[in-house]
């Protein structure tokens, strides 16, 4: 199939908690500005305004509950839903490049997790969530836990129900995103990202310059 050349492209960034995934973001659209193109920077969960509601409410869910995996899941396509049709859709048809901080696969990953929701489930649930609008390129980063534990320690904010989970729980997440790269390999990109920030950029960055040059925008 012949790429829309007038759309603008889809890039996601997936991996774990202190990978670098935001520090990248932020280069890269630096970089993509630099080159011309109008970039949308957004995240999962969230990207709008109702999205952001469900992001609270499944991060840090009131009185201390917990969603099951399911309710999860659901909770990230509902917010997901929107996000694509209020935000990323509107942009990539108005041309511009959207680069989102987690995305569909993050909840294949996180929601499969141990005693999760069944992978066909999940599958089938971003199909018709997704149609269309499968990222053009997701890149994943990875780095063993013991080089994330103090990137994850030095992040502002409270903690969140996902990172205050055991290091089984995240070593099984950075496996599902390794499996993720291998059964996906034209779509993703497994990135070292035990390297200093400013080489996991010029390395994203690879991969980027191959979708402007797609488009005749090669820098
Ligand atoms: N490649 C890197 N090497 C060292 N520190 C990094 C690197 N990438 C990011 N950091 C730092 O680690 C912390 C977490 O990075 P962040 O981009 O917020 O990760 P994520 O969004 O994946 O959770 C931040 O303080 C950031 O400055
Ligand atoms: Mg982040």
Redesign the pocket.
């Known amino acids: 199939m012949m790429a829309d050349i007038s759309r603008g492209r889809f890039i996601t ?1 997936e ?12 280069a890269l659209a630096e970089r993509l500005a630099a080159n011309g193109i109008e970039v949308v920077e957004t995240r999962e969960p969230g990207g709008t305004p109702l999205a952001e509601s469900v992001r609270e409410l499944a991060l840090h869910p009131p009185r201390s509950e917990a969603w099951s995996p399911m309710a999860e899941a659901l909770l990230m396509n509902a917010a997901r839903s929107d996000h694509l049709d209020k935000l990323i859709r509107p942009a990539l048809a108005a041309g511009k490049w959207v680069i989102c ?1 987690r995305f569909a696969d993050s909840t294949r990953v996180y929601q499969s997790v141990g005693a999760g929701v069944p992978m066909d489930f999940l599958k089938a649930m971003e199909r018709s969530v997704l149609a269309q609008d499968v990222p053009d390129l997701t890149l994943v ?1 990875d ?1 063993p836990l013991d ?2 534990a ?3 320690k ?2 502002p904010g409270a903690s969140d129900a996902f990172e205050v989970r055991p290091d089984d729980f995240h070593q099984a997440v950075r496996t599902g995103f390794i499996e993720l790269v291998r059964t996906e390999p034209a779509r993703c990109r497994l990135l070292d ?8 950029a010029d390395a994203a960055w690879t991969e980027l310059d191959r979708l402007l040059a797609a488009r005749g925008q090669g820098a």
């Open positions: 960034l991996g774990g908690e202190g990978t670098g995934k935001s520090t990248l973001q932020h901080d980063l780095a080089a994330t103090g990137r994850r030095s992040r990202a035990s390297r200093p920030a400013d080489e996991v």
